[in-house]
């Protein structure tokens, strides 16, 4: 069982950077793959990062301007997201999976999410 908690959103302005943080509780945690997604009122829940123990993923969206990453020792995932836009305005959800990345939402473990809104 993991239970894991988003913290880290807020209100910026269009251009401004934000790291959201996923803490983890529950054993195994360096087994896990984290996935941070995120879902608006407009779209369905996207992924928008993840991390195996071997590999990241970044969806298009936010190739270039993101960097997810992980500390093992403190159970914690990162994800700095930076330039950011209005569009990136949702809830930010990290989620859970034993075994490798996945982009679409079969993980196991869902946080309670976070919001992120961007102003223009």
């Known amino acids: 069982q993991v239970q894991l908690v988003e913290s880290g959103g807020g209100l910026v302005q269009a251009g401004d950077s934000l790291t959201l943080s996923c803490a983890a509780s529950g054993r195994g945690f360096s087994k896990y793959t984290i996935g941070w997604f995120r879902q608006s009122p407009e779209k369905e829940r996207e992924v928008v990062a993840a991390i195996s123990w071997s590999g990241t993923y970044y969806a298009d969206s936010v190739k270039g301007r993101s960097t997810i990453s992980r500390d093992n020792a403190k159970n914690t995932v990162h994800l700095q997201l930076n330039s950011l836009k209005p569009e990136d305005t949702a809830v930010y959800f990290c989620?859970?999976?034993?075994?490798?990345?996945?982009?679409?939402?079969?993980?196991?473990?869902w946080g309670q999410g976070t919001q992120v809104t961007v102003s223009s």
């Open positions: 989620a859970a999976r034993s075994g490798g990345i996945r982009i679409g939402v079969e993980y196991d473990y």
